[in-house]
C-alpha cells in the first residue's frame, strides 16, 4: 500500500484525498450528470467504486431502497471476485469474515438401506489451485457495505442516493447530456415528488424486472423451468456432521444443496421442491417455511435439524433468462451506446451455482473504466460498445452452464447411474464456477495473439493471474497482480531479458518522445498517469540496484517529484520465496511486455522489440492527450 | 469469526453488541468508576479495548491532548505485538498498510577507500522463524486509531475523555472507591475546571514524566548518557540503494539507524550525533534539521539525500530508566495495589531498538484483564499484584538490552574489529526484539513446571505459540492461536492420546460436577464463559465426527442455544497444512492439558490425567461462582 506521496498525512490511508467534483458534491441529485446508475446492488455499486477513481466524472447512483441492503440474496463468492476486491482494496477483510470453501461433500442414498444418506465422497475445493484467493461464501449485504466504502473513500466521494426510483428514459439524438431520466423520490421529505435528470450515459443495474431494459427495449430471454427449490438460511442444532461443509445431497425423498455461511453457525440450504405442474400458477411459491423444513428432515434422514432461527427464506422456479443485447444500439446503427445493461437486468438464473453476484460485479468491472476512460476523453465512445460485444457471450455462458447444473442438482436417485457423477461434474468444470473461464475475444481492447507463446500462462483476453515475485527496493515477496488498483490505469509488465540489454532498449523507447507514454499522458499529469509500467527482472533483487534501473522503471512524481520505489521486481527465487513467475507463467527468457486492461484482462502479449505494434495497439483504443 | 450466535445480525460483524455499562454510557466522567486510565497511549489504549470486554466494569480513559494523536513518536512493531493484534482483530488491517521488515544489511566503511560506505552484510529478519506474524513498521498514530476503534466496538463502547488532565491523587484506607483523582479540564467548554472523581483502580501509563507516578512516590531510576542523536522521518529522492530496507550504517562520519516507513516512501533515520559534553546542557537538543540531514549525508557518502520533506524531526541523548515497583504497595504493605504504572511512566530508554511502544502494550495486556477478572468478582484482589511482580523484570531486561544495543551502534569504525558482529548480535538476540523473552516466572498465575516435557514447544509463562490445525468442522486449516480473542477468558487446550480414551475421560471430568466450569462459571453464564475448552485429536479431521465428541467440545450457547462448531480441530497433516502441531510443539503423543491465560501466556502444562492438579491451578487464582 503506497501513500504519503503527496507528503506525510496522518489517519486512515485507506480514504484517499477527495478531487475534483468529490470536493464539494451537492447532496441533493444535480439536473445534469456524466453517469446515472440505477441500482446499487453488486454491479451498480462496483460501478459505483470505480467511478469514484475518476472523480471529474459527475456520478451518481440512485437505489429506490431507503438505505442500505440488511439481508441479501447472494452469497457465492467466486476467487475472480475476491480478486476483484482486492483490486478495490478489501479483500483481506471480507476473507477474514466469510466462510472459506475448502472442500465440497457428496451424500447419496446408502445402497445397503436407501431410506438413509450416507457420504459418498469428498472433494477439494479447487479455488487456490487456479488463484490466489478462496472461494468464499459471505452476504451480498456485506460485499455491498464494501463497496460504498470504497466509493465513499475514493476521490469522487460517490454515496448512493436512496429512495430514488427510476421511472423511464429517453435518448435523444443530440446534445451533451441526451439520455433524459425521469425518477421519482419514494422516501424522504421529497417522496412522491418526480423530476428529471439529463445524463451522458445511464447504466441500468435494475435487477430481473429492470425498467431500464424495458425502457431501451430490450428482451430478455428464456423460461422458467416446471423445478421449485425453497431457500433458507438457517441457525440450528443438528447431528448431521457436515453441517459446516458444502454438500450436495441426494437422497430418495429429494435433494439439498448445503452451503455453510459466514459466522460459524449460520447455513444456507436449497432444498428441491420437485416438479411444479403446468397448472400451478406459482402457487409453489407460497409453500411455507416449516414445510420446507420438514422436507429437508425428510431428504437428510437418518440425521435431523433443530431450526432455532430461520434468518430469510423464499421459494423459487428456476429461471434462465439473458438479454439480447446489453446496450441500447442494435448493431449497424451506426452510433454508440448510451444506455447499458448490468446484472439480473440482463441475466438470470437459479442462484445454486452461486454465480450471479460474480457475473454481476464483472459486468460492472468491465464497464466502469471504458466510462471513465470515455469521459475523460482518453478513449473514443466506440470502446463503449465493447462491452455488450465482451459481456453478452459471458451471460450465455452462464446461462448454460447453471442450466446443466440445476438439472444435475435436480436427478432423481433412480437417474443417477454413477453416485460421483456430480463430483466429477463439478471438477471437471471449476475454472467457470471460478470465474477464470471468461476470455474476452479480439477486439480494440484484446490484442492478437501472435506472440502468445511468449507468455503462455497469460492468455489474452483472460485475467492477469498474479504470481509472487520480490520488490526489488525491500527484497520482500510480493503478489505482483495485487499491485494493480482499481483505478483506471493500464498495466505494462516489462519481462527482462536475460542479459538486461533489450529490456533496456525497450525502457529507453517508452522514455522516448514517440512512446505511448508520450503521445496518451495528459500535460501535467504523473508520468504514470495512464500507463503503470513495471519492470520484472530475472535476477535476483539482490543483482538490481533500484536507483539504476532504467528511468522510466522509477519515475518521479506527485508534488513533491518523490521517486516511486514499487516498479521494480525480481523473479529468482528467494528465501521468502520459492516461485519463478517466468517457469510459473511460461513466459520467455528473452523477454515479453504484457499489457493488462484497468480490469485486470490481459490486452496484448508481445515481444521487448514489437515497439510498432505496442504502438499500434493504444493507438486502437487511446486519443492522445490533447 | 464467529457471528450470528445470538440470531442474525446484518452489518459489520466487528461491531460487538453493547452490553452493561456500554448501553447507556454517560458522556461525561462519572463522580465514581472503576478503572480510570490516565493517558491514550500504547498502554492506555490496549487497557481501554481490553477493558471494553468487560461492560459490567466501569472504564473511562482520560487524555491531556484534545483528540487523536496525530504524529507518533513509534513506529517498531515486534511480531509479539502482531500476535496481540490479532487477538484484538485488527492484525491483518495493520499488517496490510505497514512496512514490513525482510531484512537487515549492514552497511561499513569500504576497506579501499574508507570515506566510501559499502553493503558488508544481508541478513534475513527472524521474525517469520518465531511467528507467523511479521516485523513491522507502521506510525503509533495508526496502532492508538486500531485499538480505539476496538475499545468502541466492545461492548463496553469505551471511548476517551480528551482534554482532561491528571492533576494527582490520594489512596484513601477505606471505601469502595478508595482511589481520589483531581482532574483538571484542559479543553473544551469547561476548560480550566478542576473536580476529583473516586475510581477503585488507577492505570497511569500518562509518560516518562508521568504524575501518577510523583503521585504514588515511585522513584524513576537511570540515567542519561552522554550520547545523542537526531530523528527525522523524511521523504527524499537519493541514490541509496538501501533506502527502502533497514540498515546499520557504520561509516567514519558517524552511525546511521535507517528504517524504511508504511506507505512506500518515507524513512527514518536514527543519526548519530556523537558525544555530549557534560556542559552541554541539553544544548544538543536544538540542532537544526539541516544541520543532521548535512550530518545523514555525511554518513551515507558517497550516497545523498534530497530531502523534498521532514513529517517530524527530534533530538534525544539516550536514556535508560525503570521504576522501582510498577504499583503503589511495598512488599509487605499487607494490602491489595490501587494504582498501577504502564509504558514510559515505568520504563524509558532510547527508541532505536524498536521496543518501547511493545514493552508498553504488554503491560496494558499483562494488567487488563487482571482488572477485569477481579472487578467482575472471578478472581481475588491478590492477583494484582502479579502486575508489577511480572513487568518490572522485562522492563530491567529491556533496559539492559538496549543499553547494549545502543552502544554498539554508536561506536566509531575503530573500535570495531569485526564488521559482522553487529549483524552477529543482531541475529543472536533476535527473540528479545521480536517479544518472545519475555518469561513469567511461578506465582498464582503460572503453573510449576513439573510436565513441561509433554509440551516442550509451549515453555510455562512464556507465549502461547500458535500452530496451524485443522478445524474439524468445515476441514479449514486454521492458526489454532487465532481462535483466542482478548476476551478475558482462559484457554484449556486438550491435545488427545493416541487412541482418545484420556482424553474423553479428561473431558467427562471436565463436564462433571467437580471442574473448574461448575465451580467457577457464574449461574445463568454460557457455560465457556470462563473456560474456552478446546480439543486436538492427533488424528484427521475426516476421522473425527464433531457432534460425536465429547459434550463439554460442543457447548450449547447464547440464547438460542446454538452448538458451537469451533472447539474441535486434527493435527493430522491434510492436502492444505503440512504441518503436524504434536511435532511442531513437542506435544506428548499420551495427550496433554496446556492452559493459556487471557493474556496468551501459558500457565499450566499437565497430563491429562492430572485433574487434581488442575483444579488445584485454578483454586488459586479464581473465585467460586457466587
Known sequence: MQFHHHGYVSGDPRVQDAAAIGLDRPDDLPDELDVLVVGSGPAGMLLAAQLSQYPEVATRIIERREGRLVLGQADGIQPRSVETFQAFGFADRIVAEAYNIGWMNFWNPDPEDPRNIIRTTR???????????????????????????????????????YGVEFVGLTVHDEGDHPVEVRIRYVAGDRAGQERTVRARYVAGGDGARSRVRDAIGRKHLGGISAHAWGVMDVLVNTDFPDWRIKCAIASTA?????????????????????????????????????QIIRHANEILHPYSLDVKQVAWHSVYEVGHRVTDKFDDVDVGEGHDPRVFLMGDACHTHSAKAGQGMNVSMQDGFNLGWKLGSVLTGRSPAALLSTYSAERQPVAQQLIDFDREWSSLMARKPDQI?????????????????????????????????????????????????????????????VQLGHHARADGRWRIYAFGDRDGSALDAWASWMGSHESPIARYTPAGADVDAVFDVKAIYQQGYDEIDPTTVPAVFRPETGPLGLRDWEKVFAAAPTVWNDVDIFDERGLSRDGVVVVVRPDQYVAAVLPLSATDELAAFFAGVLLPAR
Chains 1, 2 share one sequence.
Not at 472433494?123 to 466504502?149: G, W
Not at 470504497?150 to 454515496?159: E, K, L, S
Open 254 to 290: 429429494g435433494n439439498i444443496l448445503h452451503i455453510p455461511r459466514e459466522g460459524g453457525y449460520l447455513c444456507r440450504m436449497y432444498i428441491d421442491l420437485g416438479e411444479v405442474p403446468e397448472d400451478d400458477h406459482h402457487r409453489v411459491r407460497q409453500t411455507p417455511i416449516e
Open 417 to 477: 447411474s454413477d453416485p460421483t457423477e456430480l463430483a466429477t461434474y463439478y471438477l471437471g468444470t471449476a475454472e467457470f464456477p471460478s470465474g477464470f473461464m471468461t476470455q474476452y475475444g479480439p477486439s480494440i481492447v484484446v490484442g492478437d495473439a501472435a506472440h502468445q507463446e511468449l507468455a503462455s500462462g497469460f492468455p489474452l483476453g483472460k485475467r492477469f493471474h498474479s504470481a509472487p515475485v520480490t520488490l526489488v527496493a525491500d527484497g520482500n515477496v
Open 123 to 161: 472433494t477439494e475445493d479447487y479455488a487456490l489451485k487456479i488463484s490466489e484467493f478462496p472461494h468464499l461464501i459471505v452476504n451480498q449485504a456485506r460485499v455491498l457495505d464494501y463497496f460504498a466504502e470504497a466509493a465513499a473513500h475514493g476521490p469522487g466521494r460517490i454515496v448512493p442516493d
